[in-house]
């Protein structure tokens, strides 16, 4: 049983590491090359939370194994050199909801900040974002924990007299308790006005937990309905919008006066906000001409043509 539970320790510890591999191997491979040996603490938050995601799915058969741990028990306390797998989701699950409403935040706010500032300022203004935003989620969490974190739960009051140990049981149908005087022993000849409501205040850990995975249940199934109704379209539309093998000539004269108008408005206008620069009027319609610029740069980078004449 011991060497049984060391082993799940070991293919936990295995399973998390490969996770977090796969997930480094990820991001390397599909990161814009603009932004290779820059920008580490949004890369370490992007692996983090891509594993902290693949983690919070691994958790549930990590769950059953563990439980499979001390399901033969041959001694006292078996159970106790399993994973503590309560705490391990409420972990992940705090992790996950810090990571949403926190740290994604700060990182977003401080990678899409002005990059000519300093970087004690770029951090400055992304605290003061997050923190808005973490007063805003107190605020939430509270009210909705002192209104609604309880829990309740239905049951049906039973009661029994105490006696003796018989030497025999005397119990029947119309003999159901153990002892003389009324009483309702019986769960399955109960009255209904046997049933009560316990109600209790749960923990704030389990509460957030319970109220992350409710509003994760709920995007999830929006997104996930959503995306898995347009992956087909998307697949049909880009087979059907398929580069061709050949182009004729008149048509690459068409496609290359296109681009170079396109270049030419582009250059026109870089050259307008670098005078704006210039001119030291860069407030935030200029910050938003410039990424609208670079987005088109990107978008309109030249890509080698095999079948052009």
Known sequence: MGDFNLALVIVAIVVCVLVFLFNIYLLVNYQHPDDANQAYFPKFVVVFGLSIAAISILMLPADVANRQACQRAIYNGACSLTLPMKDLWLAIYIADAVLVFFVIPF???Y???DQDKSVAKRIKSALLWVI???IVCALVLGILYGLVGKVDFTVRH???????FPTSWELSSSQQCV???THQCSAYSAAASSEKTWTMRTTFPEYVVALATIVGSVLFSIFGGVGIACLPLGLIFSFIRRPKAVITRSQYIKEATELGKKARDLKKAA???HQEERSGSKGRKWRKNVKAVEKVRVLEKPKTCTSCP
């Open 271 to 273: 050259d307008a906000l």
């Open 132 to 134: 808005t935003t973490a």
């Open 179 to 181: 002892g003389g005087g």
């Open 158 to 164: 039973l009661s029994s007299s105490t006696t003796s």
């Open 107 to 109: 990182a977003m706010f």
């Open 111 to 113: 990678y899409e900040g």
